[in-house]
């Protein structure tokens, strides 16, 4: 059955609200996948021939990982290519050439819709500019990031992607830094062919991780009129799960007609000198979470790192409680 286009979907029913999956990365980690390079999930595609065995071990747990997310309810289903631009494969890998890059891609992303199947919805997932410098949890982009050519960093990926028919969407992913933001959502059609969201990586007191408040970031929507018409939307994620209910919910105050996408962290504490990660301190409640979110004008719902499967399980559970009940309150919709 093919899917009807996600626009469409989302706009056909001001109720409906898509789980997206989890911590891919995490769920590899877990199950013996080495991600430790730096070109993060995606090293078990570079090597073409290996990854053309039927028998591979690697091919079969990535399998694995995207249906257990699919299982567990999630919709929609990012590619593995966060730390997939040309610039960090084609300094970090033995692939040096846009064929080669492209051979690539096609390979990740054919990979993942021939494991979820047709009726899910794709998401080509495109890093920070700062992902290949290690900046997008600092928005530290060096001194003039005003001066960065950030569409000649995502051109190649983006071109690859916008041609791609097994994507539904594109999105940008952990964007930590404001001139970044204001030079996505200065491109038209013509570069971003596809629907595409924002997601913005946020500090625990409420900002970019430059600093920009979201005051500031709703703005820069604000300025950037008119929108590229294939924009979906803002989003947060890969940031606190404690803080992010409130952080949306002042974006969603300064811009209430955009839908949200948030995909939080698992509620677990990173100690960066331990490098490791710690329990919450909190128990994790997704339901109320969820329905804040939801409140706030979220319409993808999913999880960033250390996020698993039962995670998605809790909010594929929350979104179907809350969705419906939000449903009573839009002026001539009723609930199945």
Same mark, same amino acid.
Do not use: M
């Given at each position: 059955m093919p899917r009807?286009?996600?626009?469409?979907?989302?706009e056909e029913d001001p109720t409906r609200v898509l789980v997206m999956d989890g911590g891919q990365g995490t769920e590899l980690e877990n199950r013996g996948i080495v991600v430790a390079s730096p070109v993060w999930s995606a090293a078990p595609f570079l090597d073409?021939?290996?990854?053309?065995?039927?028998?591979?071990?690697?091919?079969?747990?990535?399998?694995?990982?995207?249906?257990?997310?699919v299982a567990a309810g999630a919709e929609v289903i990012m590619t593995i290519t966060y730390q997939a631009s040309f610039t960090s494969v084609t300094t970090?890998? *033995?692939? @040096?050439?846009?064929?080669?890059?492209?051979? =690539?891609?096609?390979?990740? +992303?054919?990979?993942?819709?021939?494991?979820?199947?047709?009726?899910?919805? =794709? +998401? *080509?997932?495109? *890093?920070?500019?700062?992902? /290949? +410098? !290690?900046?997008?949890?600092?928005?530290?982009?060096?001194p003039r990031p005003d001066h960065i050519d950030y569409l000649a960093y995502f051109k190649p990926q983006l071109d690859n992607f916008n041609a791609q028919p097994a994507l539904d969407l594109i999105g940008f992913e952990t964007i930590?830094?404001? /001139?970044?933001?204001?030079?996505?959502l200065s491109w038209d059609e013509s570069v971003i062919a596809k629907p595409f969201y924002v997601a913005l990586s946020v500090h625990d007191a409420g900002t970019l991780r430059d600093g920009t408040p979201m005051a500031d970031v709703a703005a820069? +929507?604000?300025?950037?009129?008119?929108?590229?018409p294939n924009f979906l939307g803002l989003g947060i994620n890969c940031s606190s799960l404690s803080r992010t209910p409130a952080i949306l919910a002042e974006l969603h105050a300064l811009l209430p007609a955009l839908p949200m996408?948030?995909?939080?962290?698992?509620?677990?504490?990173?100690?960066?000198?331990?490098?490791?990660?710690?329990?919450?301190?909190h128990v994790v409640d997704w339901g109320a979470v969820v329905a804040s979110y939801i409140r706030s004008g979220a319409r993808i719902i999913g *999880?960033? !790192?250390? @996020?698993?499967?039962?995670?998605i399980r809790q909010i594929a559970d929350a979104v179907r409680t809350h969705a419906r009940a939000s449903s009573t309150d839009v002026p001539g919709h009723a609930s199945p």
């Open positions: 009807i286009p996600i626009r469409q979907y989302l073409a021939a290996a990854w053309q065995q039927p028998d591979s071990r690697e091919r079969a747990i990535v399998a694995s990982v995207l249906r257990d997310f970090n890998t *033995g692939i @040096t050439t846009l064929q080669d890059y492209n051979a =690539l891609l096609d390979r990740i +992303v054919g990979f993942c819709r021939e494991t979820v199947g047709d009726d899910k919805y =794709l +998401v *080509g997932s495109i *890093g920070a500019w700062g992902a /290949h +410098v !290690c900046a997008e949890f600092t928005g530290d982009y060096g930590p830094n404001a /001139h970044e933001l204001r030079a996505i820069i +929507v604000a300025a950037a009129a008119p929108l590229n996408t948030i995909y939080p962290n698992s509620g677990e504490i990173y100690d960066p000198v331990k490098k490791v990660w710690n329990a919450s301190p *999880g960033c !790192c250390r @996020t698993i499967p039962n995670d």
